[in-house]
């Protein structure tokens, strides 16, 4: 086991499928004699060369649809957008081109393609360079999501997506570049759809994704020692496709739902969540199904506005032991 930060498994995860496979190929804005804006690629024009990696205009049109365009004829690009929030400007070709090319040709035409983002708020970067868009995307049909809030997670989920036959959304937290964990010897893949109990328990279940799972992890700990609330910890790690089960086989021990979030309250992944568990597991509940998200507002870039936007270790622990009191 080798410790890698956030950043540096990226990087270690595109050269593991490049290594792998001479079709594999990376372009964006940057990536290449930079390194990337947040040094996500550093290294890897000095050891692939410039046919492989490839720097881009300040377009993301052009690279999404140069990624397509490579997809379509035998390569598997690994496209970077700088932000998330340049989704925006991207979407026809992400909705009405990517995500349906494969349905549209009778399976004919394949697009082995990965986006890369960095996503998610806590930088002070602002209302347009913090948005969190897993919910614009897993709302796509023909586009798989995922979102890695660990090292060795990111490394193995960005190599699933790489190797995938169908476009994948890749969300890389901004706030997790700098964190630090254990990476497995060799070479490492994480399958899509395997959702991760990172916490035993028995009193409740959180749900999280991305940098909310170690804000819940903490709060567990808290709620535990504090409170006496055994709360069990789910690390989502791919919205599309979701691991179901592991939600229900959870709620079905525990009896009580929670979900933390960052996208807006409004049509936010966790609204999937709870629509499921209601759907599904309605029995096994004994309290009302919640969720803890970001309020439906753009992300403020003062950092007390965004530190009180963005879901807490306070506000989960003060969510959690208010809800399960009121249940009683």
Request: negative net charge; hydrophobic residues 50%; contains cysteine.
């Amino acid at each position: 086991m080798a410790e890698l930060t956030y950043r540096a498994a990226i990087a270690a995860g595109i050269a593991q499928e490049m290594e792998r496979d001479p079709s594999v190929v990376l372009i964006g804005e940057d990536v290449g004699a930079a390194g990337g804006v947040f040094k996500l690629t550093e290294g890897l024009l000095a050891r692939f060369g410039p046919e492989r990696v490839r720097d881009t205009p300040i377009s993301e049109q052009a690279i999404v649809g140069a990624a397509m365009g490579a997809a379509m004829t035998g390569l598997r690009p690994i496209a970077e957008l700088m932000f998330s929030d340049f989704f925006a400007v991207t979407w026809d070709m992400v909705v009405n081109q990517i995500a349906k090319t494969r349905y549209m040709t009778g399976g004919q035409v394949s697009i082995p393609l990965v986006l890369r983002t960095a996503n998610g708020a806590g930088l002070r970067f602002g209302a347009q360079h913090s948005q969190s868009i897993e919910n614009w995307v897993m709302a796509i049909p023909g586009l798989k999501v995922v979102a890695p809030s660990n090292p060795a997670d990111m490394l193995g989920l960005l190599a699933a997506a790489i190797r995938d036959d169908d476009p994948v959304i890749v969300c890389e937290h901004k706030a997790l570049f700098a964190s630090k964990g254990e990476v497995p010897d060799g070479e490492h893949m994480v399958p899509m759809g395997q959702a991760s109990v990172v916490r035993g328990g028995a009193d409740c279940t959180i749900v999280a994704l991305a940098a909310m799972v170690p804000k819940a992890l903490e709060a567990a700990v808290r709620l535990d020692s504090d409170h006496g609330i055994d709360a069990e910890v789910i690390d989502l790690r791919s919205l599309v496709p979701l691991d179901a089960q592991t939600i229900l086989r959870s709620v079905a021990k525990t009896s009580r739902l929670f979900t933390v979030e960052e996208n807006p309250r409004v049509g936010g992944w966790g609204a999937e969540i709870v629509s499921l568990v209601a759907d599904e597991g309605f029995y096994s509940l004994d309290a009302p199904l919640v969720r803890i998200t970001t309020p439906h507002i753009p992300i403020p870039s003062a950092a007390a506005l965004e530190d009180l936007a963005i879901p807490s270790v306070d506000r989960i622990v003060a969510t959690v032991k208010r809800r399960l009191e009121e249940a009683k």
